[in-house]
Protein backbone atom coordinates (compact mmCIF):
# COMPACT_ATOMS: atom_id res chain seq x y z
CA UNK A 1 0.00 0.00 0.00
CA UNK A 2 1.21 3.48 -0.61
CA UNK A 3 2.19 5.28 2.59
CA UNK A 4 1.08 9.19 2.60
CA UNK A 5 2.29 11.75 5.04
CA UNK A 6 0.23 14.22 5.23
CA UNK A 7 2.56 16.97 6.84
CA UNK A 8 5.15 19.18 6.03
CA UNK A 9 7.14 18.25 9.01
CA UNK A 10 10.77 17.44 8.13
CA UNK A 11 10.73 16.24 11.63
CA UNK A 12 7.67 13.55 10.79
CA UNK A 13 9.09 12.62 7.46
CA UNK A 14 13.48 12.05 9.09
CA UNK A 15 11.10 9.78 11.64
CA UNK A 16 8.98 7.56 9.42
CA UNK A 17 12.22 7.15 7.09
CA UNK A 18 14.85 6.24 9.88
CA UNK A 19 12.08 3.57 11.16
CA UNK A 20 11.93 1.98 7.64
CA UNK A 21 9.14 3.76 5.80
CA UNK A 22 9.17 5.74 3.20
CA UNK A 23 6.01 8.00 2.79
CA UNK A 24 5.16 10.39 0.25
CA UNK A 25 4.63 13.62 1.21
CA UNK A 26 1.31 15.77 0.60
CA UNK A 27 0.45 18.72 2.49
CA UNK A 28 -3.34 20.05 3.56
CA UNK A 29 -3.67 23.38 3.12
CA UNK A 30 -5.78 23.42 6.44
CA UNK A 31 -5.42 26.31 8.28
CA UNK A 32 -4.82 25.69 11.90
CA UNK A 33 -5.84 29.39 13.31
CA UNK A 34 -9.33 28.35 13.28
CA UNK A 35 -10.20 25.67 15.60
CA UNK A 36 -11.05 25.35 19.03
CA UNK A 37 -11.52 22.75 21.26
CA UNK A 38 -12.01 21.54 24.59
CA UNK A 39 -8.98 20.01 25.83
CA UNK A 40 -5.57 20.15 24.34
CA UNK A 41 -5.62 16.52 23.51
CA UNK A 42 -8.78 17.12 21.62
CA UNK A 43 -7.32 20.03 19.46
CA UNK A 44 -4.23 18.12 18.59
CA UNK A 45 -6.57 14.92 17.51
CA UNK A 46 -9.23 17.23 15.66
CA UNK A 47 -6.17 19.38 13.77
CA UNK A 48 -4.52 16.03 12.94
CA UNK A 49 -8.17 14.58 11.71
CA UNK A 50 -8.88 18.03 9.51
CA UNK A 51 -5.21 17.37 7.82
CA UNK A 52 -5.46 13.99 7.09
CA UNK A 53 -8.99 14.01 5.18
CA UNK A 54 -8.32 16.98 3.56
CA UNK A 55 -5.43 15.30 2.12
CA UNK A 56 -7.26 11.98 1.62
CA UNK A 57 -9.67 14.33 0.00
CA UNK A 58 -7.01 15.68 -2.44
CA UNK A 59 -6.01 13.10 -3.60
CA UNK A 60 -9.75 11.87 -4.80
CA UNK A 61 -10.10 8.96 -2.02
CA UNK A 62 -7.66 6.17 -3.25
CA UNK A 63 -8.10 2.62 -2.42
CA UNK A 64 -4.64 0.70 -1.54
CA UNK A 65 -3.43 3.94 0.26
CA UNK A 66 -2.60 5.08 3.86
CA UNK A 67 -2.65 8.32 4.83
CA UNK A 68 -1.60 9.74 8.35
CA UNK A 69 -2.46 13.31 9.81
CA UNK A 70 -0.19 14.48 12.76
CA UNK A 71 -0.81 17.58 14.52
CA UNK A 72 1.21 18.72 18.43
CA UNK A 73 0.51 21.09 21.06
CA UNK A 74 2.32 21.84 24.03
CA UNK A 75 -0.40 21.12 27.31
CA UNK A 76 0.79 23.75 29.34
CA UNK A 77 -1.28 24.45 32.48
CA UNK A 78 -4.09 23.52 30.91
CA UNK A 79 -4.14 25.43 27.52
CA UNK A 80 -2.97 24.29 24.30
CA UNK A 81 -0.23 26.31 23.04
CA UNK A 82 1.13 26.08 19.09
CA UNK A 83 3.90 27.19 17.05
CA UNK A 84 4.51 30.83 18.56
CA UNK A 85 5.28 32.14 15.10
CA UNK A 86 7.10 35.24 15.83
CA UNK A 87 10.21 36.33 18.02
CA UNK A 88 8.78 38.03 20.55
CA UNK A 89 6.63 35.17 21.50
CA UNK A 90 8.42 33.05 21.69
CA UNK A 91 10.97 34.66 23.85
CA UNK A 92 7.77 35.20 25.94
CA UNK A 93 6.99 31.73 25.58
CA UNK A 94 10.21 30.39 26.59
CA UNK A 95 10.49 32.46 29.73
CA UNK A 96 6.81 31.13 30.90
CA UNK A 97 8.00 27.43 30.54
CA UNK A 98 11.47 27.28 31.70
CA UNK A 99 11.73 25.50 34.52
CA UNK A 100 8.42 23.82 34.51
CA UNK A 101 7.02 20.74 32.58
CA UNK A 102 4.73 20.39 30.02
CA UNK A 103 2.72 17.71 28.17
CA UNK A 104 4.00 17.36 24.16
CA UNK A 105 0.27 16.50 22.29
CA UNK A 106 0.54 14.48 19.38
CA UNK A 107 -2.66 14.19 17.47
CA UNK A 108 -2.82 11.23 15.02
CA UNK A 109 -5.73 10.22 12.54
CA UNK A 110 -5.15 7.59 10.32
CA UNK A 111 -7.00 6.71 7.11
CA UNK A 112 -6.68 3.16 5.49
CA UNK A 113 -8.30 2.77 2.26
CA UNK A 114 -8.53 -0.92 0.69
CA UNK A 115 -11.39 -2.76 0.20
CA UNK A 116 -13.01 -0.74 2.96
CA UNK A 117 -12.15 2.74 4.14
CA UNK A 118 -11.16 2.73 8.07
CA UNK A 119 -10.61 5.31 9.96
CA UNK A 120 -8.69 5.85 13.35
CA UNK A 121 -7.92 9.10 15.58
CA UNK A 122 -5.62 8.56 18.68
CA UNK A 123 -3.08 10.91 20.70
CA UNK A 124 -0.13 10.57 22.43
CA UNK A 125 1.11 12.60 25.28
CA UNK A 126 4.60 12.72 26.85
CA UNK A 127 5.46 14.77 29.94
CA UNK A 128 8.86 17.32 28.85
CA UNK A 129 10.99 18.68 31.41
CA UNK A 130 12.38 21.97 30.55
CA UNK A 131 15.50 23.22 31.77
CA UNK A 132 15.51 26.66 33.78
CA UNK A 133 16.94 28.78 30.63
CA UNK A 134 18.66 32.12 31.51
CA UNK A 135 17.79 35.07 29.84
CA UNK A 136 20.73 35.20 27.14
CA UNK A 137 20.18 31.74 26.57
CA UNK A 138 16.51 32.44 25.15
CA UNK A 139 17.34 35.35 23.57
CA UNK A 140 20.39 32.94 21.42
CA UNK A 141 17.79 30.46 20.69
CA UNK A 142 15.55 32.73 19.39
CA UNK A 143 17.85 34.50 17.55
CA UNK A 144 18.16 31.34 15.31
CA UNK A 145 14.68 31.12 13.98
CA UNK A 146 14.33 27.78 15.42
CA UNK A 147 11.56 28.10 18.41
CA UNK A 148 9.28 30.32 15.77
CA UNK A 149 7.89 27.01 14.19
CA UNK A 150 7.52 24.04 16.46
CA UNK A 151 4.87 23.47 19.07
CA UNK A 152 6.08 24.40 22.56
CA UNK A 153 9.10 26.91 21.46
CA UNK A 154 11.41 23.78 21.64
CA UNK A 155 12.57 21.07 19.83
CA UNK A 156 14.35 17.67 21.02
CA UNK A 157 16.04 16.70 17.83
CA UNK A 158 17.21 20.04 17.13
CA UNK A 159 18.96 22.66 18.51
CA UNK A 160 16.68 23.23 21.47
CA UNK A 161 17.59 19.34 22.99
CA UNK A 162 20.36 20.72 24.80
CA UNK A 163 17.18 22.18 27.01
CA UNK A 164 15.36 19.22 27.57
CA UNK A 165 16.09 17.75 30.98
CA UNK A 166 14.00 15.03 30.68
CA UNK A 167 11.09 13.37 29.26
CA UNK A 168 8.45 10.96 30.49
CA UNK A 169 7.09 8.68 27.59
CA UNK A 170 7.63 8.22 24.15
CA UNK A 171 10.49 10.03 22.74
CA UNK A 172 9.16 10.15 18.86
CA UNK A 173 6.26 11.89 20.02
CA UNK A 174 8.05 14.57 21.48
CA UNK A 175 9.51 15.09 17.32
CA UNK A 176 5.98 15.07 16.31
CA UNK A 177 5.10 11.48 15.73
CA UNK A 178 4.58 8.05 17.86
CA UNK A 179 5.75 5.31 16.32
CA UNK A 180 4.36 2.90 18.93
CA UNK A 181 0.88 4.30 18.98
CA UNK A 182 1.30 4.31 14.66
CA UNK A 183 1.93 0.50 15.02
CA UNK A 184 -0.85 -0.11 17.25
CA UNK A 185 -3.41 1.93 15.12
CA UNK A 186 -2.11 0.17 11.93
CA UNK A 187 -2.53 -2.87 13.81
CA UNK A 188 -6.25 -2.22 14.56
CA UNK A 189 -6.47 -2.03 10.39
CA UNK A 190 -5.28 -5.14 9.53
CA UNK A 191 -1.74 -3.42 8.05
CA UNK A 192 1.65 -4.64 9.81
CA UNK A 193 3.94 -2.13 10.78
CA UNK A 194 7.06 -4.73 9.43
CA UNK A 195 4.76 -4.72 5.69
CA UNK A 196 5.45 -1.23 5.32
CA UNK A 197 9.12 -1.18 5.92
CA UNK A 198 11.06 -0.17 2.27
CA UNK A 199 14.80 0.12 4.11
CA UNK A 200 16.55 -0.99 6.38
CA UNK A 201 16.64 1.19 9.49
CA UNK A 202 19.02 3.71 9.45
CA UNK A 203 22.09 2.35 11.20
CA UNK A 204 21.09 -1.32 10.77
Known amino acids: MRLIL ?26 ETGFTAATPTELASLLAREKAEAVFASLGQPTDTIVVGCDSVLDFEGRAIGKPGSRPAAVELLR ?26 RAARTVVHIGDLTDAEIDAYVATGEPEHVAGGFTIDGLGGAFVTAIEGDHHNVVGLSLPLLRLMLADCGVSWTDLWTAAPTGA
Open 6 to 31: ASASPARLTTLRSAGLNPHVVVSDVD
Open 96 to 121: RTRGRSGVLTTGHHLIVSGATTQRIT
